[in-house]
């Protein structure tokens, strides 16, 4: 049986105003580390440093995974997760074989 990842999140409790913002401010750091991937409104962003920033600042590098950087809203949705919990493309059709379901 398939494995689901729930991946956490949190929101902006200030806009991001341009593409180019390096330090982002988060509603909670929980969970976060260096090496992650924040995705907001579709962009990717590389978690660079939390330690050395008063909370709620988080140091990014944008547009990662090339999503291309851009401004995002007071509030939006900001999801935390592993490289490898992301797609690279949106998935389209139907797996290769039948899945096996188990009760």
């Given at each position: ?39 907001c ?28 950087g ?18 690279d ?15």
């Amino acid at each position: 049986m398939a494995n689901l990842v729930t991946l956490a999140s949190t929101t902006l409790p200030v806009p991001i105003l341009d593409g180019s913002e390096g330090v982002i401010s988060l509603a909670s750091r929980d969970g976060v580390r260096v090496g992650m991937r924040l995705v907001c409104e579709g962009e990717s962003m590389e978690v660079l440093d939390v330690t050395t920033l008063p909370a709620p600042w988080v140091k990014v590098g944008r547009g990662k995974d090339c999503t291309g950087g851009r401004p995002h809203s007071n509030g939006a949705t900001v999801w935390i997760a592993e490289g490898y919990q992301l797609y690279d493309r949106d998935p389209v059709g139907l797996p290769p074989t039948e899945l096996l379901v188990s009760p």
